[in-house]
């Protein structure tokens, strides 16, 4: 990069100073640990740019590791119900989600960007954007801010930022990029190694464990497919539940659900190129709810009212990743 040249992140913060009120910082609904550290490093970034903002988010904090990440790294979030001063004046920074997904509410004030790392959004209404879908972290994403600004992560979000890293990318073996070992290499020695330790041996509960064990009866294969359904409304859960499906030594693709009060949300994960997680799940959904994400995961949620009713719900979605599997069969080399 050129010296003197603006960057996003000047870029963003000459944006935000025209806000007529607050600047809030909005992850998905369900903070894991890669949108809490993107935050955390927004936050920063945007401080030395002499812009306050206020991290919120909605639903609740469900894992261990998540919530520890609060106390270790010293992040402060704010639950919606508790952000008093919120309202249709103040200007929001969506970050690892995009508007007009199903992890995120609409909040009453004005999104005016978004940094994240999932596939394009089909609402591009923001006047700033760094979506980057090929990255396998959001973390990666804020981190490269800090060098291409040249300034210094302090040890509290280096940290926050390796393990966000290490977190989305399942220990650098699932959706890795270029962006993220280089990100990996440059934040080393910048972070405590002993606060990864801590967090890294602090991620189950006995509850979790329990929902575990009644997932695991559930558990059914047809062919290189599996099928897990979680009696769980702990949307984290559910995606460790796919990964512990995709586990099995002979599922390729691993398709869970649980059912809410609200819907049924879906958590979809991949290990072959050939079958995208995203386009499962979107098959699944398909005029019936919402759904995308990654090549190797996605999630997508349908509303209870949609669901058909002549189909049990977990038929309708052994059905159709069933059916949409098989039809990628019928694509093979040559045919």
Not at 235 to 253: M, N
């Amino acid at each position: 990069m050129t010296v003197g040249a603006r960057t996003r992140l000047d870029e963003l913060a000459d944006l935000l100073r025209k806000a007529p009120d607050e600047v809030f910082l909005q992850p998905h609904n369900v903070p894991d640990p890669d949108a809490i550290a993107s935050c955390a490093g927004l936050q920063y970034l945007l401080a030395e740019r002499g812009i306050e903002a206020k991290i919120v988010y909605d639903r609740e904090l469900e894992k261990t590791d998540a919530i520890m990440m609060l106390e270790v790294f010293g992040i402060s979030m704010i639950p919606v119900s508790r952000a008093e001063t919120l309202d249709e004046r103040d200007w929001t920074v969506l970050v690892d989600v995009q508007k007009g997904t199903s992890n995120v509410t609409d909040l009453v004030t004005e999104e005016v960007a978004v940094i994240d790392h999932h596939e394009l959004g089909s609402d591009r209404t923001c006047a700033f954007s760094d979506i980057r879908p090929g990255v396998g972290a959001c973390s990666s994403i804020v981190a490269s801010w800090f060098f291409e600004n040249r300034i210094e992560p302090p040890a509290r979000v280096a940290g926050a930022l390796v393990f966000g890293i290490m977190k989305d990318t399942e220990n650098l073996v699932r959706g890795v990029s270029e962006l993220d070992i280089e990100m990996l290499y440059r934040l080393f020695g910048h972070y405590d190694p002993s606060s990864l330790r801590k967090l890294n041996g602090n991620q189950l509960t006995m509850a979790d464990l329990r929902h575990y064990a009644d997932a695991f009866s559930t558990v059914e294969t047809y062919g290189e497919l599996g099928f897990m359904r979680l009696d769980c409304s702990d949307d984290s859960l559910l995606g460790s539940a796919s990964d512990i499906v995709l586990s099995l030594d002979t599922v390729k693709v691993a398709v869970s659900w649980s059912v809410r009060d609200r819907g049924i949300k879906l958590s979809v994960r991949s290990e072959i190129p050939e079958a995208p997680a995203s386009d499962c799940v979107r098959a699944i959904v398909a005029g019936l709810g919402v759904g995308g994400g990654h090549a190797h995961m996605a999630g997508g949620f349908i509303p209870l009212d949609r669901l058909p009713a002549d189909k049990p719900a977990d038929l309708l979605i052994r059905h159709r990743a069933i059916t949409w599997f098989e039809s990628l069969e019928m694509k093979a080399p040559g045919g």
